[in-house]
């Protein structure tokens, strides 16, 4: 069975720091992304990295937090991290893990190609 499970969210001032974790568990993927849904708002694409072998890996950003949010993982701990910096109150939003079932070249941005979801995290950034 597989799962993903995030922690790491808070309440943190605007200019603050906080980084995110998913551990995956019953598969590994090659790729995993981040997205986030703020109140009244659609979920959006984050960040994603896929692992191209070794030491290997290929990330991509939205716009609205390149330059300041970074995704990483590890293949050992079947996790994958999002370190987010400089935040914003914009930033705020229930942050969710998400992986798809099968592996593409494809970058993956949009919520249709994930298949599988962890169950959200908050973070909260006050101005």
């Given amino acids: 069975q597989v799962q993903l499970v995030e922690s790491g969210g808070g309440l943190v001032q605007a200019g603050g720091s906080l980084r995110l974790s998913c551990a995956a568990s019953g598969r590994t993927f090659i790729t995993m992304g981040w997205f986030r849904q703020a109140p009244g708002k659609e979920r959006e694409f984050v960040a994603t990295v896929r692992w ?62 994930y298949d599988y979801w962890g169950q959200g995290t908050q973070v909260t950034v006050s101005s």
């Fill in 52 to 113: 191209s072998g070794g030491n290997t890996y290929s990330t991509y950003y939205a716009d609205s937090v390149k330059g300041r949010f970074t995704i990483s993982r590890d293949n050992a701990k079947n996790t994958v991290y999002l370190q987010m910096n400089g935040l914003k109150s914009e930033d705020t939003a229930v942050y969710y893990c998400a992986a798809p079932a099968r592996d593409t070249i494809a970058v993956l941005t949009t919520t249709r190609r």
